[in-house]
């Protein structure tokens, strides 16, 4: 019967060799596996040699040494793979040593019961199969694992490459985007300050003639005080200086509305500076409305409009960021008369354009409303009007973005709104509404 246990040991070293296989640890244990190997047979040769009445030395011995390898292989870290199998082997040693303790003390019941002891034998012998099997039902099931976690490794790393390349592409397509959208921007800040020239050249022509004018009343009126200080005539040169006087604080007047004109147009083309400023809203809606216009008229002599201003005056100064805030007036104004001015081509003379703007508190709210009679818009395409590049005009008329930009001012600028009121053919009112405070 100790046949089974060198056995058992034999087959436990050739099943780690072969388990050790292409492994780092390989080449470490080769050696040692392959003297394990033939040690084994050897002792199992030499122990297999009946000894007469001490058949039990050759049984304790065959369950020693398997015992030995055993719990040698256990204590390996390098074998750490190989303990459940290690497991299988116990039973195995158990009977052996109660197989050759049962021979050592009653001989006569061990041979009375031989049969007992032979089943029990082969039973963990083959319950070692049983179990070296299963191990390697689940080697082969962890290998098949393994492989596919390989493959998902690589399809994963594969994924990650082509996930990393299209962020990069992303990245650069946002940036190029955000570029596109800073030129279109700077773009359509340059369109509408093209739009102001004309308006401002109009606006500031006013107040220089006047200045011009003054200036020419003025020196006349040094020549004669000049003429009446030789006279010695004082009373009429303190007449004559109280008419420069005046002159002066005319010129001074409306050399301040040039300067303020001149400054709203640098105000205009600059850059937001992203700080809200208490502004006068009637004033900076009468300013752009009138520069809009002339800016208009310009381009078309034969085109007149009536302008309604109907301004709340206990408006007070609302924080706004008025550049901005100046660019949506404007856009709006640009629209409301483009709008009027192709009716009127269309309409003929009976038709009289008119363009409003009005400011109002409304519930704690400040609100400016643009109107016009002009063409009106479509119900088809209301929902689309402030979308970006979305435009009615003609091509090369429009950009499609000066809505769209008023209405990011407004509502991401401004915390506010844009609500639009319109019937086509009739009239287009578009209503901001920022709230205050």
Known sequence: MQFFYYLAAFLLINRLGKSLKFTPQ???WKTMISYGQWGILIVGILFSVELGGFTWVNTLSGSAVLLGLV?????????????????AHYPLIAVGFITGITQLISIDFYEKNDEYFVIATVAAFIWIFGRWAAS???????RIVGARN????????????????????????????????????????????????????????????????????SVELLDEMEQELNDG??????????????NLQKIRHHGQRADGIVKSMLQHSRASTGQKE?????????????????????????????????????????????????????????NAFYAVQQRQKAAGSDYRPEVKVSTALVHKSLQITVEDNGTGIPESVKDKILQPFFTTKPTGEGTGLGLSLSYDIVAKGHGGKIDIDSKEGEYTKFIITLPIG
């Open 278 to 334: 208490p502004t006068d809203i009637n004033a900076l809606a009468d300013e752009y409305f009138r520069l809009s216009y002339h800016g208009l008229r310009a381009k078309d002599k034969s085109f007149n409009a009536e302008l309604v201003t109907n301004f709340d005056v206990t408006l007070p100064k609302v924080n706004v960021l008025q550049q901005d805030l100046g660019r949506v007036l404007l856009n709006l104004y640009n």
């Open 71 to 87: 719990l040698f292989i256990d204590k390996e870290d390098d074998f750490k793979h190989f303990k459940s199998y290690l497991f």
């Open 136 to 142: 390697k039902k689940q080697r082969e099931e962890i």
């Open 150 to 217: 390989a493959e998902l490794d690589i399809l994963v790393a594969q994924r990650t490459q082509e996930l990393t390349k299209q962020k990069d592409e992303l990245e650069k397509t946002v940036s190029l985007l955000q570029t596109t959208q800073e030129q279109l921007i700077q773009s359509e800040k340059l369109a509408s300050l093209g739009e102001l020239t004309a308006g401002i050249a109009h606006e500031i022509q006013n107040p220089l003639n006047f200045v011009n004018n003054f200036s020419e009343v």
């Open 233 to 246: 005539n004082t009373e009429e040169v303190i007449a004559i200086a109280n008419d420069i006087k005046q």
């Open 26 to 28: 390989s080449l470490k």
